[in-house]
């Protein structure tokens, strides 16, 4: 029995960390706090219930809807709590066995970057308040916790930041027009300070193909329109991510 419910608790909690982050995709684009007021049905305004905010389980209790004006809830909700759920596990598997600080970092800081990807994807902004707590988490982690010297962070910021202008500014000579956006540039700092060297720069390439299909079918399904906005952002997040949990001990000095 405890071998099924150590797993089922950290993926609760998980949820619990995505309700927030819920909170935070909502708020910080309306510039709104994201610590008041409670949590509210957006269409009657009304607070809900502790009891009627329990992730995932309140949404598939009440089908999907606002307990008090019956309205449909978008489906960002626990699809976020699920997700976040899921990177929890990954980390209590993957990471927590060999360390577990590091884990406990991995958990705060992939979902901060959750949150960023969304954020990115339905407003085209990367809120540089995120980019402020991602940077001072993972300085208190690399100075007290990482097992990487600080310069294979440090030159991580660097040749991701370096990369990236250099495909910013090419970009931008050849098109005339601006590639992506002064945040990406800002998000690819902590990526690389969070990735080190070789991973930042897989995040780049690979975060690139994502935003070429990305832009590809998206622009196919709207009858070949290339002025199509492209949340590079979040592809950059969800690779970032993901080759954060792939071992691998290579670095570029």
Request: with cysteine; proline share 5%; hydrophobic share 50%.
């Amino acid at each position: 029995m405890l071998y099924f419910l150590i797993p089922l608790s950290i993926f609760f909690l998980g949820t619990i960390y995505g309700s927030f982050l819920n909170v935070i995709i909502y708020r910080l684009p309306l510039n709104k706090s994201i610590i008041t007021p409670r949590s509210f049905c957006f269409n009657c305004k009304s607070t809900i219930p502790f009891y009627n905010n329990i992730p995932l389980l309140s949404f598939l209790i009440q089908k999907g809807k606002c307990f008090n004006c019956k309205i449909n809830i978008s489906y960002q909700y626990p699809i976020i709590e699920c997700l976040t759920g899921g990177l929890f596990l990954i980390s209590y598997y993957c990471i927590y066995p060999i360390n577990p600080i590091e884990s406990i970092f991995f958990c705060i800081i992939s979902g901060l970057l959750l949150s960023i990807a969304l954020i990115d994807y339905k407003f085209f902004i990367i809120p540089l308040s995120l980019i402020i707590t991602i940077l001072i988490i993972n300085t208190i982690f690399i100075i007290f916790f990482s097992n990487k010297l600080f310069y294979s962070h440090f030159y991580g910021s660097l040749y991701g930041l370096g990369y990236l202008s250099i495909v910013f500014i090419i970009t931008w000579l050849m098109t005339k027009k601006q590639p992506m956006g002064f945040g990406d540039l800002q998000l690819i700092i902590i990526l690389g300070l969070w990735l080190g060297t070789f991973k930042v720069l897989l995040t780049i390439f690979f975060g690139s193909i994502l935003g070429l299909v990305y832009f590809v079918v998206i622009s196919t399904l709207k009858n070949n329109n290339n002025n199509i906005k492209l949340p590079f952002g979040t592809f950059l997040c969800i690779a970032a991510i993901i080759f954060y949990l792939i071992p691998a001990n290579w670095e570029f000095i």
